[in-house]
């Protein structure tokens, strides 16, 4: 396991487009070519959420423990629904992948 600066950078796009950046430090490990980054959120109220990110070839899974839960997966042309659970209640969210890319370096 390696500690590591993780850098997420999220591009929404609809009517407009919308660009996310989190810097943050975590650990990272690869096993049979899956690699694992796990770090830990916390909010401005301190509570913390505990985040995982599954990378592969074609695939990225974002599961999320804490005061927010759920699992994202996130794949090439493919549709996946996700159950979100907040503080304030739960919703589900639909995505569907455009373009999946993951540098590691």
Do not use: P, W
């Given at each position: 396991?390696?500690?590591?600066?993780i850098e997420i950078k999220s591009?929404?796009?609809s009517?407009s487009?919308d660009?996310v950046?989190?810097?943050t430090l975590?650990?990272?490990?690869?096993d049979?070519?899956?690699?694992?980054?796990?770090?830990?959120e916390?909010d401005?109220?301190?509570?913390?959420?505990?985040?995982?990110i599954k990378?592969?070839?074609?695939?990225?899974a974002?599961q999320?423990?804490g005061i927010?839960?759920s699992?994202l997966?996130?794949r090439e042309?493919?549709?996946y629904?996700?159950?979100?659970?907040?503080?304030?209640?739960?919703?589900s969210?639909g995505?569907t992948?455009?373009?999946?890319?993951s540098?590691?370096?």
């Amino acid at each position: 396991m390696a500690d590591v600066v993780i850098e997420i950078k999220s591009t929404i796009s609809s009517d407009s487009t919308d660009t996310v950046v989190v810097n943050t430090l975590g650990k990272m490990t690869c096993d049979n070519g899956i690699y694992c980054l796990s770090y830990d959120e916390t909010d401005q109220d301190g509570d913390v959420t505990d985040t995982l990110i599954k990378i592969d070839a074609d695939t990225v899974a974002i599961q999320r423990k804490g005061i927010m839960s759920s699992c994202l997966t996130v794949r090439e042309g493919e549709r996946y629904t996700s159950q979100y659970e907040a503080a304030y209640g739960s919703f589900s969210v639909g995505i569907t992948g455009k373009r999946v890319r993951s540098l590691l370096d």
